[in-house]
């Protein structure tokens, strides 16, 4: 029997957090441990990042220039009656509380802490009404709090999992599906208005997922936004729109493993507002271990200006964990 809780790291290996600034094309080192690993930044409006690890979440305060921090700054956030969390979670545009997503298959709404008492965890679905074994994974909140856009799996009577996109409503924990198929989708997330989807499917080429936007409310079907060999996960646009910002695994990956050779590539953002353009993605990190945990869910600064992003090096990588493009 083993009391751990979430991903650990393995034997060597370290768990590294960066930010990137968009303007010099350049990332900065801000945090390393060889005993916790961290995963899926969040960036709260006052610029502190929220991690998760060990199925907890942590508090983390940016260092200044040339200071990396370490295990020992990460503050925990209170998850009282919250089961053990998995990295899909997503701050209110409010930035008063997190929703996170548990093992027990729920979503959950936590207060974040202010420095006064706080408020119990809310849990928001229930999975155990629907009529099939149900998981929901949360990658997404409108700008008005309105709507949770989630990646919802489902165990069918004949024991096919599906994953589909949905709208599942704060109030009722009541989902809406926009996909229903048997085509594999995930990392939905909204634009910064709230009226596109940006998602990852494999509807376009099976085995290996694409990038695709869609229109919850026109109700059409997904638009296709990348079509290259390799394999495209966790869409995000910027606050300002600007950019779109995804991971890329190498061909023939199939789904979004740990531990793997990946790139952080960027688009522009008018490519999801229906812009005539031949992508031409930027690769602006060449990351040799990582994937799982690098950028699950929206790792945007409010002001658009930089993105935090996780790696995981082993010792024998010391020193070439990640190899940004372009200056760098």
């Known amino acids: 029997m083993t009391d751990q809780r979430g991903r650990q790291l393995r034997p060597g290996q370290t768990s590294r957090v960066h930010v990137y600034d968009l303007e010099a094309r350049r990332s900065r080192l801000v945090f390393e441990s060889a005993s916790v690993l961290v995963e899926a930044p969040n960036v709260l409006p006052d610029g502190r990042l929220v991690l998760n690890g060990d199925g907890d979440l942590f508090l983390l305060t940016v260092p200044p220039a040339g200071t990396v921090a370490s295990e020992t700054d990460l503050v925990r956030v209170p998850l009282e009656g919250v089961p053990e969390i998995n990295n899909d979670h997503v701050l209110e545009p409010s930035g008063t509380a997190i929703v996170v997503s548990a093992r027990d298959g729920d979503l959950y709404r936590v207060p974040m802490p202010d420095g006064t008492d706080v408020a119990p965890a809310v849990r928001v679905t229930d999975a155990t009404v629907a009529p099939v074994a149900r998981k929901y994974y949360l990658h997404g909140i409108a700008p008005d709090a309105s709507s949770l856009a989630a990646i919802v799996g489902e165990l069918s009577a004949d024991d096919v999992w599906t994953t589909d996109v949905a709208l599942v409503d704060p109030a009722t924990g009541e989902p809406t599906f926009l996909t229903r198929d048997e085509h594999a989708d995930d990392g939905c997330a909204f634009g910064p208005d709230g009226s596109v989807l940006v998602f990852n499917t494999e509807r376009f080429s099976p085995g290996t997922a694409q990038l695709a936007v869609l229109r919850p409310d026109l109700g059409t079907d997904p638009v296709r936004l990348t079509n290259d060999e390799r394999v495209n996960w966790f869409p995000h646009l910027s606050p300002d729109g600007s950019w779109l910002l995804y991971l890329s695994f190498e061909p023939g990956v199939q789904g979004h493993p740990a531990d793997q050779p990946v ?62 493009r372009q200056g760098a």
Do not use: K
């Open 263 to 324: 790139e952080l590539r960027l688009l522009q953002g008018s490519l999801v507002r229906g812009a005539r353009m031949t992508p031409m993605p930027e690769t602006l990190v060449t990351i040799e271990v990582g994937g799982q945990g690098t950028i699950n869910v929206p790792p945007w600064s409010p002001d658009s200006r930089w993105f935090a992003w996780c790696d995981y090096p082993v010792v024998e990588d010391a020193g070439h964990g990640s190899r940004p």
